[in-house]
């Protein structure tokens, strides 16, 4: 346990306390509840961070639950999706993988409890009555004329429900608590309806199913629980969580609630993220710029990444909105480690360096990772005609600009140093080629030359290199707080979060690479070899670049 204690966060606190009060007989044992109804996001993945933290910080366990009570969005699809996300954020729920839907014989049988005690009756009104006489936080709701039928009435109309003879909106079982409740929950809430449709599990066993609330504290209860911990909205549900623990007499969960993660810029909610998807707004529910775990992960995101940004972000009572920088800094710093180095050019233009001898090819030592020194060097291969980035050339530069000009001079990575001596344009006015002349007494390692220059290149050998396919990613909205907006908020899509780089080259190291394979391209960020890169041109996509741009631009 932990003797820091004011670093705790408030719910490691209360877990403290309960532990050094025996309670639960010093067992810790939480859950992630997912309904399998999409992928999991980077919210998600703040839940996953905690329960599982906590249970590994206090020896506790974490079950993983798949929330399927409801039949109509469920898919297998989505079970094994959430597994493997799960697993890649480097979690184990060992043999807990347990299923609400394997209780619902259990919780029937706890319905039939409530209505045997007189505590839940079957209402025969028609939904919009039902919700019409709710009421509104001011003013009571009114009761069914259902609410005092007897108790075998309801018995048998609810076992005649459950043998299909009923319709679709014929009859709903509802707890019978207390219409004037100042808790909308506690207005004699619905706890099963019909609902005549397959489940992904349990196939056509049922027609009947529970709702969220009469299913998930008694699910959490039947696995003894002992911190149900979900996201602010849910409070208003505690009264009527606690209600059926009480009055089924069954284990006591306790449920805490924490502030959800809302991220700058993006949208944290299946529901949306799958209007994005079906509505074509991007490739798919794993697109490099979904907030999804599959997505981020395609991105280049690491899972130590994902672990560090819940840490950094830590647990809060009140809702707020997390910096994506915040993420951003988690994947390079982490990459920064891990990521070696490598050369390549997305906007190649020629450089030829005309007083170097032709059909010469040297191989120049270039270190993998002046971070970690075990990662070695390599060779790289270097001769007359190599590509720079055309944003590396200017014709006419500026005072602060530093890379290349007429007549300047720059070093070329592990190389020379370089003098540009001239400029060929084409018909359209772009630069066709560059062309320079190097110092052989300047070559990296071995200059003693004492010269100076300000700005060191990026390059790759014109012959050597080879073709790759480079996709740049920015945010995928242009507004940060999406909370806020009213409108559609498919219209703040940023309509240039996508960039296609097609004639990007690459050192030839990157030949060898295999998909997932991660690195540095040298002063432009972290980059990995796209899933579904195969062939002779790799396809790689942008994880993060090597500073915050956006940051410079708002100053
Ligand atoms: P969505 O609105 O995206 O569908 P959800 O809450 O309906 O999210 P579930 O699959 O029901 O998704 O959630 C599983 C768990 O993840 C729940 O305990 C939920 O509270 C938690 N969770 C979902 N979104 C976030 C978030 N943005 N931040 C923290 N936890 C979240
Ligand atoms: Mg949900």
């Known amino acids: 346990m932990s003797t820091e204690k004011e670093k705790l966060n408030f719910i490691e606190q ?6 050094a009060e025996g309670k639960n007989d010093g067992r810790l044992h939480t859950r992630f509840p997912p309904e399998p109804n999409g992928y999991l996001h980077i919210g998600h993945a703040k839940s996953i961070c905690l329960n599982f933290g906590l249970a590994e910080k206090y020896n506790g366990l974490c079950n993983l639950r798949f929330d399927d009570t409801n039949p109509e969005k469920e898919e297998t699809e989505y079970v094994e999706s959430i597994k493997e996300d799960i697993k890649w954020l480097g979690f184990d729920w060992g043999d807990r993988e347990y299923y609400a839907s394997d209780y619902f014989d259990q919780l029937y049988d706890y319905a039939v409890k409530l209505i045997k005690d007189g505590k839940a009756y079957i209402d025969d009104q028609p939904a919009e009555l039902i919700s019409e006489q709710r009421g509104t936080p ?4 009114k009761e069914s004329p259902y609410r005092n039928r007897p108790v075998e009435e309801s018995l048998e109309i609810f076992e005649d429900m459950k043998a299909g003879k009923y319709d679709e909106g014929t009859h709903v079982l509802r707890a019978k608590i207390d219409m004037t409740s100042p808790v909308m929950q506690m207005r004699d809430p619905v706890i099963y309806r019909i609902k005549k449709m397959a489940h992904h599990r349990t196939g056509d066993k049922w027609c009947i199913y529970p709702t969220y609330d009469f299913a998930h504290g008694q699910s959490d209860s ?5 911190h149900s911990l979900c996201t602010l909205e849910f409070a208003a549900h505690r009264p009527l969580y606690n209600w059926f623990i009480e009055n089924l007499g069954i284990f006591p969960s306790e449920q805490t609630e924490f502030a959800r993660l809302n991220l700058g810029y993006t949208i944290v909610s299946k529901r949306k993220l799958r209007e994005l998807v079906e509505g ?3 490739d798919g529910w794993d697109d490099p710029r979904m907030p999804t775990i599959s997505g981020i992960r395609r991105r280049g995101y690491t ?18 909105i997390s910096d994506v920088a915040l993420l951003e800094f988690s994947v390079r710093e982490d990459l920064n480690k891990k990521a070696n180095r490598v050369l390549g050019v997305l906007d190649p233009v020629k450089l030829i360096i005309t007083n170097y001898p032709e059909g010469q090819t040297e191989e120049l030592d270039a270190v993998n990772n002046p971070e970690d020194e075990s990662a070695g060097k390599r060779k790289i291969p270097f001769s007359r005609e190599v590509y720079i980035e055309r944003g590396d050339f200017m014709e006419d530069p500026q005072k602060k600009f530093f890379r290349m000009g007429p007549d300047r001079e720059v070093r070329l990575k592990y190389a020379y140093i370089v003098k540009c001596t001239g400029f060929k344009k084409n018909d359209a006015g772009e630069i066709e080629e560059i062309y320079a002349e190097y110092d052989p007494a300047t070559k990296s390692g071995q200059d003693n030359t004492g010269k100076k220059v300000k700005g060191t290149l990026g390059w790759v050998d014109a012959n050597a290199g080879i073709e790759t396919e480079v996709r740049l990613y920015d945010r995928l909205f242009m507004t940060e707080d999406l909370n806020k907006i009213e409108d559609d908020f498919k219209n703040h899509l940023n309509p240039d979060s996508l960039q ?3 004639n990007a080259v690459a050192e030839p190291s990157v030949k060898d690479m295999k998909p997932g394979e991660q690195f540095q391209f040298e002063r432009m960020g972290y980059f990995i070899i796209d899933k579904g890169s195969t ?6 996509n942008r994880t993060v670049t090597l500073r915050d741009n956006w940051a410079k631009q708002n100053k």
């Open 14 to 19: 209360m877990i403290e306390k309960d532990l």
């Open 138 to 141: 001011n003013e009571p709701g």
């Open 222 to 226: 039947i696995e003894g629980i002992t």
């Open 280 to 282: 074509g707004h991007v």
């Open 303 to 320: 899972p130590e990444s994902i672990r560090s940004f819940a840490d950094k972000i830590g647990v809060a009572k009140r809702n707020g």
């Open 500 to 502: 296609v780089m097609k």
């Open 535 to 540: 062939g002779d041109k790799p396809i790689i």
